[in-house]
């Protein structure tokens, strides 16, 4: 079991930037796939982004390439969502996640199927951001 904990949302206005952060166990900053996935209201979840084990490879939905950054701390097993110039369609509950990364002799977990939801195993709670217009 993989303990997901957010932190860091909050109310900010259009065009404000804020940082979420997602503390994990130990041992997944050298053996999982970590993702961000947010849920409007009244629409369904949806990626945001992703970010492999070793933290080189990333993903970021179109919605938000350009304006957010995922990265991840290993040294204090946290993950991080940067969230630049928001928008009132930013709001969302924003989720945390997280599923095993693994390499076999047929090679690695293929991370671009990291943008799928059923990929991952473990969540968070969720944190609220809420942008004002």
């Known amino acids: 079991q993989v303990q997901l904990v957010e932190s860091g949302g909050g109310l900010v206005q259009t065009g404000d930037s804020l940082t979420l952060s997602c503390a994990a166990s130990?041992?997944?900053?050298?053996?999982?796939?970590m993702g961000w996935f947010r849920q409007a209201p009244e629409k369904e979840r949806t990626f945001v982004a992703s970010?492999?084990?070793?933290?080189?490879?990333?993903f970021h939905a179109d919605s938000v390439k350009g304006r957010f950054a995922i990265s991840r701390y290993p040294a204090n097993n946290t993950m991080y969502l940067r969230l630049n110039d928001l928008k009132p369609e930013d709001t969302a509950v924003y989720y945390c996640?997280?599923?095993?990364?693994?390499?076999?002799?047929?090679?690695?977990?293929?991370?671009?199927?990291?943008?799928?939801?059923?990929?991952?195993?473990?969540w968070g709670q969720g944190i609220q951001v809420t942008v004002s217009s």
């Open positions: 996640a997280a599923r095993h990364y693994y390499c076999t002799g047929a090679g690695c977990y293929d991370g671009d199927r990291a943008k799928f939801q059923d990929e991952y195993e473990y």
């Open positions: 130990e041992r997944t900053f050298n053996a999982y796939v």
């Open positions: 970010i492999l084990w070793s933290g080189d490879e990333t």
